[in-house]
């Protein structure tokens, strides 16, 4: 026997939504795809320290332009502690956390080895700070250091 086309429909619904994209979309911003320019490719202000709970909005809209992604590094420090996989989109991603990651920052790796790093935002950083800084690393001339951008570099 055939399922009913209301059920048919309500199955095809649930995977379109599995597929179409972040459950929140991320607070970011990315330079426009052109010669690179900088340290950073953009700026993420994420809404807490918990990369595993963060990463599956950022990386449904990364994919985008990077593809499947296979690899994030990032600073220990800057995280609390995730798990070393996880598990987003149907895809199982490597999480590798890194003393000598540079302070404020995200690297993620497509499965084709295109790259985009990221300036991140410290979760508590005040909406008009936060901004700025997105603005600034999304800049396309822009060629401040991570520590600049994110207002720990020396004046």
């Known amino acids: 026997?055939?399922?009913?086309?209301?059920?048919?429909?309500?199955?095809?619904?649930?995977?379109?939504?599995?597929r179409s994209g972040p459950e929140h979309t991320p607070r970011l911003r990315l330079k426009p795809?052109?010669?690179?320019?900088?340290?950073?490719?953009?700026?993420w202000w994420p809404h807490s320290d918990d990369l595993a709970a963060e990463l599956p909005d950022l990386?449904?809209?990364?994919?985008?332009?990077?593809?499947?992604?296979?690899?994030?590094m990032y600073r220990m420090d800057d995280w609390a502690t995730p798990?070393?996989?996880?598990?987003?989109?149907?895809?199982?991603?490597?999480?590798?956390?890194?003393?000598?990651q540079p302070v404020g920052t995200v690297e993620v790796t497509g499965l084709a080895g295109r790259g985009i790093v990221l300036a991140v935002v410290a979760p508590q950083t005040n909406s008009?700070?936060?901004?700025?800084?997105l603005m600034a690393a999304a800049h396309p001339g822009d060629?401040?250091?991570?520590?600049?951008?994110?207002?720990?570099?020396?004046?």
């Open 59 to 72: 990386l449904a809209v990364l994919s985008v332009r990077l593809g499947p992604v296979g690899r994030v």
């Open 1 to 18: 026997m055939t399922p009913s086309p209301s059920t048919l429909d309500t199955t095809d619904q649930a995977d379109a939504e599995d």
């Open 128 to 133: 008009d700070q936060a901004h700025a800084t």
């Open 83 to 100: 798990p070393a996989r996880l598990v987003t989109g149907g895809r199982s991603v490597r999480l590798d956390g890194y003393r000598r």
């Open 143 to 155: 060629t401040s250091s991570v520590a600049d951008l994110l207002g720990t570099g020396s004046s």
């Open 33 to 43: 795809k052109a010669p690179v320019t900088g340290y950073v490719d953009g700026a």
